[in-house]
């Protein structure tokens, strides 16, 4: 096979593995690696480095410089919004913080977005979501976490499409990478908690009737008690999380 063109599996794979170093502290800021040490490194073509380089370039991770090589860059300048760049730093040892971080900013739209989709939604979406909250019933009862993330994750895509506001639309990956950090890192329990729930099926309901001050004010439950379970995981890791 010619290695004149990336493979997607190997570019994937020196991609994860150099973003994970650099969001953990381990490629600290300032550290410069040349092209021809990584492919070297990994035992792969230059140009499947040179493309995940470009891709770690795009994310602001790192910076290229003409005879000095690949630096990187502070996270001040990091796109910390891209899902790859959140999944890295799940995956890291700043995980906790980075869970904190992203529930402060998901208690600033996902409410607001619950009350939009109260004004704006469609039958269809509404139905959506009453199908999410059903199956994250099910699959609750039945410990199925995978199945549970999946439902729980069309919950929210749905009700953040149905805000009827393509800015909070393309968050959606963003909310995606929490659910999906939280489950795979066991900050999940076994059983989820009926509580979640219960709120999911509250929003659906309020946005069904077209309440919007009560749909934000579930949405916003369902992430407080998120946010509070996983503060407290360290110390009682056996609790149980609302979403």
């Known amino acids: 096979m010619s290695t004149d063109h990336p493979v997607p599996g190997l570019h994937a794979s020196v991609l994860d593995a150099l973003g994970q170093e650099i969001v953990s502290g381990t490629a600290p800021v300032g550290a410069v690696v040349r092209i021809d040490q990584l492919d070297e490194r990994f035992g792969v073509s230059r140009s499947v480095v040179r493309e995940a380089v470009r891709v770690l370039s795009s994310m602001g991770l790192v910076e290229t410089r003409r005879r000095l090589g690949v630096r990187v860059r502070p996270r001040t300048q990091w796109n910390v919004f891209d899902p790859r760049v959140i999944r890295w730093r799940l995956d890291g040892p700043d995980r906790e913080d980075q869970l904190v971080s992203l529930g402060e900013l998901r208690r600033g739209f996902e409410p607001v977005a619950a009350e939009l989709a109260a004004e704006r939604a ?122």
């Open 122 to 243: 469609t039958p269809e979406q509404c139905g959506a979501m009453v199908g999410a909250v059903m199956q994250m019933t099910v699959h609750a009862k039945a410990g199925d976490l995978e199945a549970y993330l999946e439902a729980d994750t069309v919950f929210h895509t749905t009700m953040l499409e149905a805000s009827g506001n393509e800015m909070l639309a393309a968050l959606s990956n963003v909310v995606a990478e929490v659910l999906a950090g939280r489950t795979h890192h066991q900050l999940m329990p076994a059983r989820p908690n009926p509580v979640a729930i219960r709120l999911h099926g509250d929003v659906a309901q309020a946005i069904g009737s077209g309440d919007g001050r009560a749909a934000s004010a579930a949405m916003a439950a369902i992430i407080t008690e998120a946010s509070d379970a996983v503060r407290s995981t360290a110390a009682a890791p056996e609790g149980t999380a609302a979403d």
